[in-house]
């Protein structure tokens, strides 16, 4: 029992530390730069599960608000105030409904299933990250920005790409999950 919450909390930690080093993989846009971070929200609720996916992109969440630079433009409290924190808590509720899509699939979930939790997360991801960007830039930074602008820069410029990366992942994912249902989930069943 003790190795499996042990192993529990390091798939965790390595999610949570695979999200970090997704936000330095980037190519910037203005407003909301494109990363590899998605991928590996998408891969935490297919292979984690709901509740550790949540739990690994929380903790990566409280690591860069306690002050290390994990997020694409640094970290510390008030990067609350950043236009793309938004997505970040996105990522956290988007890893939750993707794990729990997952999770209603059986014991051998399709790869339909897989590729449509993905989609639904990344509609997740940004029903609260582009909103957010909208309020960031008028109310709190003073940077008045009309609602089609937003729309444009925080959602048309960067959905086309999480789109294709979430069929991607989602049809890998579901491999991945076979491969380490054995070994993998065994061992996680133990901590539910």
Known sequence: MKNSRVFSFTIVAIFAALTAIGAFIKIPLPIVPFTL?????YLAGSILGSKRALQSQLVYIFVGLAGLPVFTQGGGLTYVLQPTFGYLVGFAIGAFVIGYIIERGGNEPSRIRFVMANLIGTLVIYAIGAPYVYFALNFWLDMPTS?????VTAFLSTIGKDVVLAILTGLFARRLYFLLNKKLFNVLEVTK
């Open 147 to 151: 609602a089609s602008t937003v729309f």
């Open 37 to 41: 971070q998605p991928i590996i929200v």
